[in-house]
């Protein structure tokens, strides 16, 4: 059975939503606090996480920043605002998905499938979380550091390495430049998240076949970068 944690303040929604994927098979654990529900999102095997954005604590988009950082599972993000930085905001954080109140509580429930199979067929597929990640002809080996294209090596430098590494490793999901400066290079490094946008294009040029459209790694504009699948 499929587990999923819900971190909603307003107690009536996040019982709507239990109620809803209960009777769909799935088990449901609530948090309203931002912080308890980032513990314990980051901390217990979940399959699925249903976030608010507007949280007491901790709120949703440094929930979802967190969780991206330790852990690869469909997040679902929910919000009562309606500007698109929000939601772009989000999305660049790595949510998946998004949908703005109020909501059908039905809809809810088929794309938490929808994202639950998908992620199910990637992993069948073994690109998440592999010591070697392949596609399309695109082949990296994260135990040995080496990068094939069409099974010819390409040469890359540590950071670009780990950089494309991360990127292949959250397949299809999109991932904000502050997240992956972060990730990459540390919070403590030296620099800014133009240091991102110069490494992705030198990357580009060593593994697009034409790198002014790329078809491994798509930019979102405003947000940040996207590995395809």
Not at 28 to 46: H, T, Y
Not at 112 to 127: F, I, P
């Amino acid at each position: 059975m499929k587990r999923v944690l819900i971190i909603e303040d307003e107690r009536s929604i996040a019982e709507l939503q239990r109620d809803y994927l209960e009777i769909n098979g799935f088990s449901v654990e609530m948090e309203q606090q931002g912080d308890v529900g980032l513990a314990r999102a980051i901390k217990e095997d979940f399959d699925f996480i249903i976030l608010d954005l507007m949280l007491p604590k901790v709120d949703g988009f440094e929930i979802c920043r967190q969780i991206r950082l330790t852990k690869d599972i469909p997040i679902l993000m929910i919000t009562a605002k309606i500007e698109d930085i929000d939601i772009i905001r989000g999305l660049g954080l790595g949510a998946d998905d998004y949908m703005t109140k109020p909501f059908s509580p039905s809809e809810m429930v088929a794309r938490v499938k929808a994202h639950l199979a998908r992620y199910e067929r990637l992993a069948g597929l073994g690109v998440r979380n592999q010591d070697r990640i392949s596609v399309r002809g695109l082949t990296i080996d994260k135990a040995s550091r080496r990068v094939f294209l069409n099974e010819q090596e390409i040469n890359l430098t540590t950071k670009e390495f780990e950089l494309l590494a991360y990127l292949a490793a959250n397949l299809d999901i999109v991932l904000g430049k502050d997240a992956i400066f972060e990730k990459v290079w540390g919070m403590n490094a030296v620099g800014d998240v133009a240091t991102v946008t110069v490494h992705i294009g030198k990357i580009r040029e060593k593994i697009e076949t034409d790198p002014a459209s790329p078809q491994y790694i798509e930019t979102i504009w405003g947000v940040g970068y996207r590995f395809i699948a």
